[in-house]
């Protein structure tokens, strides 16, 4: 099971956004972090925990492992108000997180 | 680029079937491991199943809500993954996305096509 916090995060663009993934039992470094905004498909930004995926902004770092992961972006553009869902694949079937939806202030 | 076009979705009644197609392109459809993923209105993300190419054995895995009712298959000369949900329930209703298999990630994803299961 993977809980995200806050649920909602409002924040002015500019600002540092701080989410976080909390796995039920370790899922290693299994993790991966997804942007999904209204009315499109989610995409990829961190996989492995930490790594960022093709064509990924370098404000978006992710960290962590075991059981507490970390999303961080550096500071908010526009494009980031959005609904961002953590995955793991270190327990047998993939899951999803929650999701936290990151709101303008 | 990758591309990735679902289609097939709409309203089906409870009991009923529906078929979904993805159509690929960009990228080696048959050395793919393919994903369903769905999203139910207003909710998080749930993984449906997933196949694998054929020269990894074309094995199947599913979610426990759907197995035994929905099968994934594949068309490799036509670049094309299907999903074929049978026996469907109000709790099937979601936007379903196709999506690649890169490093054991969901790499890209298509636009998803919306089933509605009502009576």
């Known amino acids: 099971l993977l809980t995200q916090s806050p649920a909602t995060l409002s924040l002015s663009p500019g600002e540092r956004a701080t989410l976080s993934c909390r796995a039920s039992?370790?899922?290693?470094?299994?993790l991966a972090w997804y942007l999904q905004k209204p009315g499109q498909a989610p995409r990829l930004l961190i996989s492995?925990?930490?790594n960022r995926a093709t064509g990924i902004s370098a404000r978006f770092s992710g960290s962590g492992s075991g059981t507490d992961f970390t999303l961080t972006i550096s500071s908010l553009e526009p494009e980031d108000f959005a609904v961002y869902y953590c995955q793991q694949r270190g327990h047998w079937p993939p899951t999803f997180g929650g999701g936290t939806k990151v709101e303008i202030k | 680029e990758v591309q990735l076009v679902e289609s097939g979705g709409g309203l089906v009644q409870p009991g009923g079937s529906l078929r979904l197609s993805c159509a690929a392109s960009?990228?080696?459809?048959?050395?793919?491991?393919m994903n369903w993923i769905r999203q139910a209105p207003g909710r998080g993300l749930e993984w449906v199943g997933r196949i694998k190419s054929k020269t990894d054995g074309e094995t199947r895995d599913y979610a426990a809500p759907v197995r035994g009712r929905f099968t994934i298959s594949r068309d490799d000369s036509k670049n094309t993954l299907f999903l074929q949900m049978n026996n469907l329930e109000a709790e099937d209703t979601a936007v379903y996305y196709c999506?690649?298999?890169?490093?054991?990630?969901?790499?890209?994803w298509g636009q998803g096509t919306l089933v509605t299961v009502s009576s």
């Open positions: 960009g990228f080696t459809f048959n050395y793919a491991w």
């Open positions: 039992q370790s899922v290693s470094s299994y």
């Open positions: 492995d925990a930490s």
């Open positions: 999506t690649t298999y890169r490093n054991s990630w969901f790499d890209q």
